[in-house]
Structure formats: structure tokens, C-alpha cells
């Protein structure tokens, strides 16, 4: 159960950025923007099918909630970026594009104070799909446990999706020490969080299991749609709140984000995980969201 869209990037690589509505091959931002001084801005990352944005009702939904998160205020509107994400896939003509909207302070002084920053500066990205090896969803991930800590929620909300992200960059520094492909984290408290640029499931006994938001995680565009897949194919699932431990008796485990879809895990820390394969449940969970996006061509 390969992602489709995943499989057909021979593509030759062509990035267009929009800045403020305009668009260029290249884009420069001052050194003084607060984005680039203290990473005080937002982003997105929207993926396509059939070189058409998907979940973009969503997508725009969190940016706004990020926008609130962080007190800034957006200088446009919905159908604004709508309009500039079409036109700048159009300029790109990738076969299936990563779009990436970046919405930052903007510039200012060089000082922490965001109230000299007027204008905030809004960027959309528009490159070739970016892709997975396909025979990881295959064999599965590795994952490893870091030490690093997500962040707490009442620190820097990981709910907010901000331009601040050395928090997950340190992790991945970690996971790769440990030669894994990516990164489990834990919360201050010792419970199940997400890895560093997806949010983590497993199961157990039959039942789809995955951390709650208020574990302090980022509310995934493809966490809700398993979820909602789940229930409507007649799979158990449970929200919950857990320490490490409880992975010692999970049969199955995957991770999901825009870019990967869903990716199974079939190692932790260099344990494997059920009989090391990607479990059966993973397996159909990937079916059904990947029936999804085909059907959102229709
Ligand atoms: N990352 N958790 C974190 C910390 C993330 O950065 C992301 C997304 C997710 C998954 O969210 P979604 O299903 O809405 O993509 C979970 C994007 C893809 C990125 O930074 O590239």
C-alpha cells in the first residue's frame, strides 16, 4: 500500500515563492524580519493530488488558530490565499507540489519586543512533492527515544504551529545519533507526545491508540482524518494519556503527517516492534486514507 502520490516523482524541481502576493523563482527576507531573528512566525506544510491542495479548508483553519496563538495578525484573507496558492502552483507546474506558507512577525528592531514589527511577512512556498523512500513503508521506521523533551504546553504550546521549532530539530539531532529515522518524544511529565514532524499511534490488542491533545501536541490534519477513518470503518480508537511503558505490549505502531501520510514503525529504540513487519491494522489504516485522497480527485 504504497502512497500514490508518492510514487510518481520524477519530476523535475521547480520552486516559485510568493512573497505578499508576489512571485519569484527566488526570495530574500531581511535579517531583521523576527522570523529570522527570534523564530517568531507560523507555517503550514499542505501537500496535492493532481497538483490540487489538499485539506486546504483545514490547513488555513490551523494557521489562523497559530496566528491567534501567537497574537498576530494576518494581513489577508482566505480567499486571498487561495487564490495566490493556485496561482503560485501554476507558475511552479510541478506534476504534484509541497506548499509551504510561512507567515512571520515581519520586520522590526532588533529587539525581542514584537510592537516594532508593522507588516508581517507572508510567503508561500511552492516546490516539487517531496517524497519518502517508498520501501520504508515497506520495511517501517525506526524510532528512537530521546531525551530531549517536547515542550510543555504552557512553555511553547506544540498545538501552535510556529517557526520555532529547535525543539524538534534537537530531536531529530538525537534520533539520528541513535542511528533511527526519527524521534519519539515524551512530554515534561513522562507521557507519549508525537515525533518531531508527525504524531505517533500504536496498537494494542486491536485498538488504535494515539496521545491526546492535551499531552501537548500539534492537532493533525491526518490525525483527525484516522481518527475519523477509524471509527467509520469499525476500528476501536482511544485518545489517551500514557507513559513510555505502555509501549512495552503494542503489537503495532505508525506515525502521520502531510508529507509521509502514514508511515509504519517497526522499531523503537532497536526493539522490534510485533513480528517487525508493518502490522495489519497500519496496513489498513493506510489503505483507507490513501482510498481517501483518491477519492478527493473525484
Ligand atoms: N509537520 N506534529 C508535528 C510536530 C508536525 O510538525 C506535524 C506536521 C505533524 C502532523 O501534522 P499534519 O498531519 O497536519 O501534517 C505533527 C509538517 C508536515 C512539517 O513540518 O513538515
Known amino acids: 500500500i504504497i502512497p500514490l502520490v508518492l ?13 505578499n502576493g508576489n512571485i519569484n523563482e527566488e526570495a530574500f527576507v531581511s535579517v531583521f524580519d523576527h522570523g529570522f531573528l527570534f523564530g517568531d512566525s507560523i507555517y503550514e506544510v499542505i501537500n496535492t493530488k493532481k497538483n490540487s491542495p489538499c485539506f486546504l479548508d483545514d490547513h488555513l483553519q490551523r494557521l489562523h488558530r497559530s496566528a491567534d496563538g501567537i497574537k498576530l495578525n494576518i494581513p489577508f484573507n482566505d480567499e486571498w ?6 496561482r503560485t502552483l501554476v507558475e511552479a507546474a510541478n506534476q504534484e507540489s509541497y506548499i509551504r506558507i510561512v507567515v512571520t512577525r515581519g520586520i522590526g528592531d532588533i529587539d525581542i519586543d514584537p510592537s516594532s514589527c508593522h507588516s508581517p511577512c507572508v510567503l508561500i512556498i ?4 517531496r517524497a519518502y523512500p517508498l520501501e520504508l513503508y515497506e520495511t517501517g521506521i525506526h524510532l528512537a527515544l530521546v531525551n530531549v523533551k517536547r515542550n510543555s504546553k504552557d512553555a511553547l504550546n506544540p498545538g501552535i504551529k510556529t517557526g520555532n521549532y529547535l525543539n524538534n530539530v534537537l530531536a531529530k539531532i538525537e534520533a539520528d545519533h541513535f542511528g533511527a529515522h526519527d524521534a519519539l518524544m515524551l512530554n515534561p511529565f513522562g507521557q ?15 485498538r488504535v491508540m494515539t496521545p491526546s491533545l492535551d499531552c501537548g501536541i500539534l492537532a493533525g490534519i491526518t490525525r483527525d ?9 469499525g476500528i476501536p ?6 507513559p513510555i511503558e505502555i509501549l512495552d505490549k503494542a503489537d503495532e505502531m505508525f506515525l502521520t503527517g502531510t508529507v509521509k501520510h502514514l508511515i509504519p514503525v517497526t522499531r523503537l529504540d532497536g526493539k522490534i516492534i510485533g513480528d517487525g513487519k508493518p502490522g495489519t491494522i497500519t496496513r489498513s489504516l493506510m489503505h483507507f486514507y490513501e482510498r481517501l485522497l483518491e477519492e478527493l480527485e473525484s
Request: hydrophobic share 45%.
Open 126 to 129: 511552492v516546490t516539487s512533492a
Open 225 to 233: 482524518i484516522v481518527i475519523r477513518i477509524a471509527r467509520e470503518n
Open 7 to 19: 510514487s510518481i516523482f520524477n519530476d523535475v524541481m521547480a520552486t516559485r515563492i510568493n512573497i
Open 81 to 86: 490565499f487561495k487564490n495566490q496558492i493556485a
Open 237 to 242: 480508537l482511544e485518545e489517551g494519556i500514557w
Open 192 to 206: 507519549l507526545t508525537e515525533s518531531t514532524t508527525s504524531n505517533f499511534f500504536f496498537v494494542q490488542d486491536g
